[in-house]
Structures are given as structure tokens and as C-alpha cells.
């Protein structure tokens, strides 16, 4: 089949290479490239081999799979990563999307999930499926007190500008609040609200309040 899929595996263990290498040469749409045990290798052959997606263990010898990431996605900003990792930790979404990872899988997600994730992410779509990640980002974001700054607006040429109360409200968002948390605290109607989420998603191209969040996170629009 021609235009496969061009995928890299990093991870420090053998036998989860193996397994995955299985997994995604067995399916028509998708090849092996490159592969790498560790942080530093990720980087050079990443950038050697130039792969569409690559699967990224976070927790890796020399360099860890977030600051990988952070170092391949500025020689290569086209690549897509997905962040694999044993341990469903606030930390690591949040990080992860800051270093531009476009999804994140438990390594024991189903080997459907897997698929799924890999062709979504190479579309576009961000994979935030692991049973807490939304959950993970509003926590992360309060308990780390990090402040919101309406000032930075997204790029032109990437997304439709947002009014300064889609701001509030995608802002609020970040926060984990409901809909009817988001309408008492800025004083509009539940009806408002949920219009101006529609439009928070329109503008940014996203499918749900999750991606909506992880564009907020890469915008600047959450510190």
C-alpha cells in the first residue's frame, strides 16, 4: 500500500518495541522507520529518518521523552508525537503538551485505542484518551496556580481570533468548571455559555472541550 504511515518507537525496553513493531507492521497503513532506546538516540534518529509519527516513551536513559520531544519538534515541526507511558500522571499531559506532543496513551490501552490514536494524531486530532487526562489538566493547571494571560492571542494564520469573553470563558475552561459554574462566575445565562463554547470550538477546529483546552494550553492563553 502506498503513502503508509511512517512511524518511529522509542522506548528503553526491548520487548515493548517488539511488541509494538508487531502491532503496526501487521496493519496495511503503517510502517516501522526507526527505533530508539533512549532520549538522545530519539533526537538523532528522528531527525535522520524524518518519521510522520513516533510513538514516545516519557521515561527514558540521557533524555526523557518530553524533553525528546521539546528537541525534536523544533528541528522538525512536523512530526507528530504521541507520549506512551505506564503512569497516568498530571504532570506528564500537561508537559507534554507543552513540548508539543499531540496525543497521550497508557501503555496498557487496547491495541484498537492504539490504532486509533495513531491514525487520528496523524490528521491532526489531539489524543488526550487516558482515563484522567481532562481531568488531569484542570487539576494540574489549579493546584500549579498558573495564571491565565488574556493578552496572548493565538497566531493569526493558525486560528480565527477569539472575542475577549470566549477568552473568559475558554479560560474558565482550563479550569475544569462546568457550564453552569462557567455562567454563574461571569454573570451570563447557561445558554450564553454553551454558545460561546460552540463558537471556542469552531474557531479553534477542535471536536471537544479537551482539545479546546490543549489549543489553549499551545495558544497562550493558559500560563
Known amino acids: ?57 516519557i521515561r527514558l536513559p540521557k533524555q526523557t521523552g518530553i524533553e525528546a520531544t521539546r528537541e525534536i519538534l523544533k528541528q522538525c515541526p512536523d512530526i507528530r508525537i504521541i507520549l506512551l507511558t505506564t503512569f497516568d500522571v498530571q504532570e506528564y499531559v500537561f508537559e507534554g503538551i507543552r513540548a508539543g506532543a499531540i496525543g497521550y496513551l497508557l501503555k496498557d490501552a487496547e491495541t484498537d485505542e492504539l490504532l486509533e490514536g495513531i491514525r487520528s494524531a496523524i490528521t491532526g486530532a489531539a489524543i488526550y484518551k487516558s482515563t484522567t487526562a481532562s481531568q488531569a489538566l484542570a487539576q494540574f493547571i489549579t493546584a500549579q496556580q498558573i495564571a491565565p494571560d488574556a493578552s496572548v492571542l493565538p497566531a493569526q494564520d493558525e486560528v480565527e481570533a477569539l472575542t475577549e469573553r470566549e477568552i473568559d470563558v475558554l479560560q474558565l475552561m482550563a479550569y475544569g468548571r462546568r457550564n453552569s459554574e462557567i455562567a454563574e462566575q461571569l454573570y451570563i445565562s447557561r445558554g450564553t455559555v454553551k454558545t460561546h463554547v460552540h463558537r471556542i470550538l469552531q474557531k479553534l477546529g477542535v471536536e471537544d472541550r479537551t482539545q479546546a483546552v490543549v489549543m489553549a494550553i499551545r495558544q497562550g492563553y493558559v500560563k
Open 1 to 57: 500500500m502506498e503513502n503508509k504511515i511512517h512511524i518511529g518507537l522509542v522506548d528503553d525496553q526491548a520487548i515493548i518495541r517488539q511488541g509494538l513493531r508487531y502491532i503496526i507492521n501487521s496493519q496495511p497503513d503503517m510502517e516501522i522507520v526507526m527505533e530508539a532506546g533512549d532520549g538522545e538516540e530519539a533526537v538523532e534518529h528522528s531527525i535522520e529518518a524524518k518519521p510522520d509519527l513516533i510513538l514516545m516513551d
